[in-house]
T-cell receptor, first 111, second 113 residues
Framework: QKEVEQNSGPLSVPEGAIASLNCTYS??????FFWYRQYSGKSPELIMF????GDKEDGRFTAQLNKASQYVSLLIRDSQPSDSATYLC???????????FGSGTRLLVRP | KAGVTQTPRYLIKTRGQQVTLSCSPI?????VSWYQQTPGQGLQFLFE???????NKGNFPGRFSGRQFSNSRSEMNVSTLELGDSALYLC????????????FGSGTRLTVV
């Protein structure tokens, strides 16, 4: 079992819809949770990070963390074609600065 | 301010050769982390350097090594290249190593033939 699991997609949503991206992790010691966006041929860029159970909102993005169920999700409201990219979930274990990435979910926003 | 600079951008090497990749962090950043990205394995942590010391290491063979200089610039070296080492190698710099402060470089695309 991989430490961080994501559905590879593609997840296809129409423009203006809410895109929901999910990620599960296996190690209960995971402490910090990150969502990165990676456009084809580019490097990852950080969208959000979350440390505590609950929701964290930043503009059109909301990260949700449920440590009991060991999942973290990313909601993208009012999805735009420019949001089409691969979304990578990553976690850190204990106090290590090492990021463990999922394989990513490809999001396609249809105009 | 200048971003994270990785050189070279592209590299083609032959099996058995060795290669050195360079990463210049953002000014003031003391931590450099290296990741390998392949279609099959995704992004995997290689190692992290902070103030010239390797602080964390991933599960890669000893052929993969790195170092950091006093100006925080970092290099990684892969010896005895294998076809499976073909990948995008990314470095990320941050002030203290915390991923919420990461800035990734554009990467070095290594192809081993």
């Amino acid at each position: 079992q991989k430490e961080v699991e994501q559905n590879s997609g593609p997840l296809s949503v129409p423009e203006g819809a809410i895109a929901s991206l999910n990620c599960t992790y296996s190690d209960r010691g995971s402490q910090s949770f990150f969502w990165y966006r990676q456009y084809s041929g580019k490097s990852p860029e950080l969208i959000m990070f979350i440390y505590s159970n609950g929701d964290k909102e930043d503009g059109r993005f909301t990260a949700q963390l449920n440590k009991a169920s060991q999942y973290v999700s990313l909601l993208i409201r009012d999805s735009q074609p420019s949001d089409s990219a691969t979304y990578l979930c990553a976690v850190t274990l204990d106090s290590s600065y090492k990021l463990i990435f999922g394989s990513g979910t490809r999001l396609l926003v249809r105009p | 301010k200048a971003g994270v600079t990785q050189t070279p951008r592209y590299l083609i090497k032959t099996r058995g050769q060795q290669v050195t990749l360079s990463c210049s962090p953002i000014s003031g950043h003391r931590s450099v982390s290296w990741y390998q990205q392949t279609p099959g394995q995704g992004l995997q942590f290689l190692f992290e350097y902070f103030s010239e010391t390797q602080r964390n290491k991933g599960n890669f063979p000893g052929r993969f090594s790195g170092r950091q200089f006093s100006n925080s610039r970092s290099e990684m070296n892969v010896s005895t290249l294998e076809l499976g080492d073909s990948a995008l190698y990314l470095c990320a710099s941050s002030l203290q190593g915390d991923p919420d402060g990461y800035t990734f470089g554009s990467g070095t695309r290594l192809t081993v033939v």
